[in-house]
């Protein structure tokens, strides 16, 4: 299980040096935190609150997420992490809750547990678009 302190340094540090070197993220000062695994990520859900959409937003009616489907999938490898980050194959705001867990996977083999999941290997997290918000799992191969 991947601690708490792990998971911040990960999350905080991990955005900036994927931006430099994506095979291989600062960890912390003078550890380095080669990434060797692999992990999927899952549409496992799609919410539309139109209710929501009617009442705060501009555009009364745009549906749910356009992006993304329940069933899509996505595996990410060292190789090809950088690609998510930058070249605008996944959500912004999506990736950046995705982020942290992808990372701890990616690193640990585990995902970052907060919630009790079913194993240590998934985690279930949301975008934050709060009214058609898609939710995911990211399982550590």
Do not use: H
């Not at 960890?27 to 705060?56: K, P, T």
């Amino acid at each position: 299980m991947i601690s708490r302190r792990k998971f911040c340094q990960i999350s905080v540090l991990g955005a900036i040096g994927a931006m430099f070197a994506p095979g291989r993220l600062m960890a912390g000062a003078g550890n380095r935190l080669s990434l060797s695994g692999r992990c999927r990520v899952e549409v496992i859900r799609c919410q539309c609150f139109s209710d929501l959409q009617g009442r705060y937003l501009e555009d009364p009616d745009p549906g749910p997420c356009g992006r993304f489907r329940v069933g899509d999938s996505f595996e990410i490898t060292p190789s090809n992490f950088s690609a998510f980050c930058k070249e605008g194959r996944m959500c912004q705001n999506a990736w950046r809750v995705l982020e942290p867990y992808v990372l701890a996977a990616l690193s640990e083999g585990e995902t970052v547990e907060c919630a009790s999941a079913m194993s240590r290997n998934q985690a279930v997290v949301c975008c934050p678009d709060g009214t058609r918000p898609v939710v995911f799992k990211v399982t550590a191969l």
